[in-house]
């Protein structure tokens, strides 16, 4: 049973940064694209950041292109979302998750979802 634990959230300001880590449990993290998604009170879960197998391929949401960054560590089982420039409208549970493919990762593709983890950005 493969186990996505996140952490790294927080308060922050805005205009501050943060980064989260994700951690796969499972033996296969580099045979797949892993993502980040996030989901706003009273909003549906949405796209945030995707990445393929390798680390060569990230894509992102046009609301935070520019100002997060995914990337992934293989050999530590690890994906990360750096966040940089952060507004109020990034608040958020923010959630990691394991692609059923290596190369892209949406909503309807998903293997195994993280629990979560909460960003707050104060105005």
């Known amino acids: 049973q493969v186990q996505l634990v996140e952490s790294g959230g927080g308060l922050v300001q805005a205009g501050g940064s943060l980064r989260l880590s994700c951690v796969d449990s499972g033996r296969t993290f580099d045979d797949y694209a892993m993502g980040w998604f996030r989901q706003a009170p009273g909003k549906e879960r949405e796209f945030v950041a995707g990445?393929?197998?390798?680390?060569?391929?990230?894509y992102y949401a046009d609301s935070v292109k520019g100002r997060f960054t995914i990337s992934r560590d293989n050999a530590k089982n690890t994906v990360y979302l750096q966040m940089n420039s952060l507004k109020p409208e990034d608040t958020a549970v923010y959630y990691c998750?394991?692609?059923?493919?290596?190369?892209?990762?949406?909503?309807?593709?998903?293997?195994?979802w993280g629990q979560g983890t909460q960003v707050t950005v104060s105005s």
């Open positions: 990445i393929n197998w390798s680390g060569g391929s990230t």
């Open positions: 998750a394991t692609s059923r493919t290596s190369t892209i990762v949406t909503m309807k593709n998903i293997r195994y």
